[in-house]
C-alpha cells in the first residue's frame, strides 16, 4: 500500500475514533461529507433507484454515528467497514422485498365485480330496516350489545365495566336479541336470507 493511501485511512480512523469517545459532531460531519456521495454512487451502480439509495445511504450513517464504537481500525479501514454495511443491509432489504414476486393479475388483486343495482337497492334497504330494528332496541340493552360486539368484551368483562350481576348482562343481551329477531322476521322487506 502506498503510504498516501494509508494516510487517509488513519485520518478516517482517527476521525471515527472522535466520534466513537465523544460523539464528536465535526468529525462526524467530515466522515459524512467524504462517504455518503461515495456510498450513495456504489449503491447506484448496484441498481439502486436514486431515492432508495439515498435513503440507504442515510441509514448507513446512522450506523456510523450511533455504532462507531464497533468501529476496529485494526481489522479493516473505515471505507471497507461502511461499504459492508452498505452492502449487507442493501441484501436484507431485498430479502424483505417480495414485492417483486406478486402478481398483479393474481384473483386477489383484482376488484369485486360492480354489485347488479337492483342487489344494491335491496341490499341498502335492508341495512336500513336492521337499523331501525337496531332503534328499537332499549338503550340498556343496546349499551350491553356495544360492548360485547363492538368492543369485544365477554359477558364478565361487560359486569365488571358496568357493575351489573353476570346474570343481568346476560338476560340483557338475551331480551335485546329476541326483540330484533322479532323485529326482523316479521318485517317483510327484510329478506333473512339474503
Known amino acids: 500500500m502506498r503510504d498516501h493511501d494509508h494516510a487517509p485511512q488513519s485520518q478516517h480512523a482517527s476521525l471515527m475514533a472522535r466520534v466513537a469517545a465523544g460523539r464528536d459532531r465535526n468529525a462526524y460531519t467530515a466522515l459524512f461529507d467524504h462517504f455518503a456521495p461515495r456510498i450513495n454512487g456504489f449503491l447506484q451502480k448496484q441498481g439502486m433507484e436514486t431515492g432508495a439509495a439515498e435513503d440507504l445511504t442515510q441509514e448507513v450513517m446512522a450506523v456510523m454515528w450511533h455504532k462507531a464504537h464497533l468501529f476496529d481500525p485494526a481489522k479493516s479501514s473505515l471505507a471497507t467497514w461502511l461499504f459492508r454495511v452498505a ?8 430479502r424483505r422485498d417480495r414485492s417483486h414476486l ?15 343495482p337492483d342487489t344494491s ?7 336500513e330496516r336492521v337499523r331501525l330494528a337496531l332503534a328499537s332496541v332499549p338503550d340498556e340493552q343496546m349499551g350491553l350489545i356495544r360492548l360485547a360486539f363492538f368492543n369485544g368484551l365477554t359477558h364478565s368483562q361487560i359486569a365488571e365495566r358496568t357493575g351489573l350481576p353476570l346474570g343481568t348482562v346476560k338476560s340483557r343481551i338475551r ?3 329476541a ?3 322479532r323485529a326482523l322476521e316479521t318485517d ?7
Open 87 to 94: 452492502r449487507n443491509r442493501r441484501i436484507d432489504g431485498l
Open 179 to 181: 326483540r330484533l329477531r
Open 121 to 127: 337497492l335491496d341490499g341498502r334497504q335492508r341495512d
Open 102 to 116: 406478486i402478481d398483479p393479475h393474481d384473483p386477489f388483486f383484482q376488484p369485486d365485480p360492480a354489485e347488479a
Open 175 to 177: 331480551l335485546a336479541f
Open 188 to 194: 317483510p322487506k327484510v329478506d333473512a336470507d339474503g
